[in-house]
Every structure is written in structure tokens, then in C-alpha cells.
């Protein structure tokens, strides 16, 4: 993958800002992969700037978001659909309609409705290749490597699908529910590593000493399912922006 140190999360902002800018204007219905988290912000909120400025129609610009917990209704302020919602749908103007995520079909299914769950994944990777597929898929990297919730042991061939969370990624995410682990659900439906990989282009943002490692592994180990972002090494249209913290450990 190309490799891009940036001073910070703002800067990397601008990069992705510009990028899907000049998309939108020259491809309409252009079809965006949207990741939830923190390391994404910044860029959603600088291409707000750009579609405001500009005065970019984006009514026809469609999303389809990586992850959702099982479990959590729509309307659960901590599901990704009203994250996503709340962080791209609201600030860039997008049609509500057009945005996708997950869980949308299941709104709250619990664990038990196995059925349904099952088939929401490969549903979703099928809406996917019926909007067109993804243009550019926009992702962070946990620390230990995960992509979406593809935690490492993942399969590179993966598509979407339901996952159990492990033990860490539900204890980082607590403090989202009370601080209480009990609330954070224990599945998840993930756009699969081999649905992001067919994305035309990704943009993996990391800032910070915490993802140091993790981009290393990613960039310079080998491919491998223990390190699902390394991943992006087979794709031939890969960009990971960071700032110096998260380069640190780069050869
Ligand atoms: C988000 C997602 C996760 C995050 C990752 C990094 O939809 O799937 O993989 O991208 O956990 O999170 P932040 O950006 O908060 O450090």
C-alpha cells in the first residue's frame, strides 16, 4: 500500500476530503464505504466542508457502512446506524435512503434469530455489488489489526457475516454503554475482509503511538489472517494515511 504521513487527523481530512470531493462531481451516484470510530471524524467533517462550499449535489451518493452490532435497535443511539447517521448522514446532507449499514434489516434481532442473521451478511455483500460495488471504502485499524470487526483469525476470503466481539473490543467499547461490559452486545455483522478488498479504493487512517504497531504489521509482516489489515497488501489500490505517532514504528 502507498503510505502517507500526515502532521494530523486533520490534515489526513483533507486528503480524503479532496479525493471523494472531485469523485462525487465527477461520478453522482458515487458509492462510499463508511467506517464508525473516531479516526474517520475529522474527514467526514472536512468533506461536509467541501460539499457545503462547493455546493456538491450529493443526493444521489450512496454508503454502505462496515459494521453493527447484534442486537442494538436502529434507534439505539450507540448502534452504528445512528452513529452513521449522526457523523456522515446528518453534516454531508446525504439521502437517508442511500445509506446502508448492517444491521438495518435485523433493527435489533436478538442473538437467537439465527436465521435472519445468517442471511443479512451475504444479502448485504449483494446490495453492495448491486449499487455498483464500493468506490472508496474509508477504514480504521484496531490495535491489535482489525478491520470492521474482522478481529485477528479472521478469514481473508470473508464476506459480510455475523462474528462474535472479542473480549478487548468489547471492553474498549464500554464506555460508549455506561461503562458497563454487560450492556456491550457480544456479536457483531462485519463487512468481511474479502468485501473490503473489493472495494476500486481504500483509505486506511491511523493516528496516534497506539496503532504504531499495528501499522508496522500491516504494512511490512507478511499477509496474514493474525493481522487482518495486512490484507490491504493485496489490493492494488491502497492508501494509509498517518500521522508521524503511527508511522513510528515503519522501517
Ligand atoms: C469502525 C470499525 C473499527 C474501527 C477501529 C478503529 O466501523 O469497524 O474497525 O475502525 O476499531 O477505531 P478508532 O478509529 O476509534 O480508533
Known sequence: PEVIIVKNQEEAGELYARSVADLIKSKPNAV??????????????????IVKDESIDVSNVQGFALDEYIGLPLTHP??????IHRTVVEPLGLD??????????????PLEDGEKIA???????????????IDVQILGIGTDGHVGFNEPGSSIASGTRIKTLVEQTRIDNARFFDNDINQVPTHC????????????????????????????ETVEGG?????PASALQLHPHATIIVDEAAASRLR
Open 32 to 49: 462510499l464505504g463508511l467506517a464508525t470510530g473516531s479516526s474517520p471524524l475529522a474527514a467526514y467533517q472536512a468533506l461536509a466542508k
Open 78 to 83: 450507540e448502534s452504528y446506524h445512528a452513529t
Open 96 to 109: 437517508p435512503a442511500k445509506v446502508h449499514v448492517p444491521g438495518d434489516v435485523l433493527n435489533g434481532a
Open 119 to 133: 442471511a443479512a451478511g451475504p444479502a448485504y455483500d449483494k446490495a453492495i455489488a448491486e449499487a455498483g460495488g
Open 189 to 216: 455483522i462485519t463487512q468481511g475482509i474479502g468485501t473490503i478488498l473489493k472495494a476500486r479504493h481504500l483509505v486506511l487512517l491511523a493516528f496516534g503511538e497506539g496503532k504504531a504497531e499495528a501499522i508496522a
Open 223 to 227: 499477509v496474514s489472517a493474525f493481522c
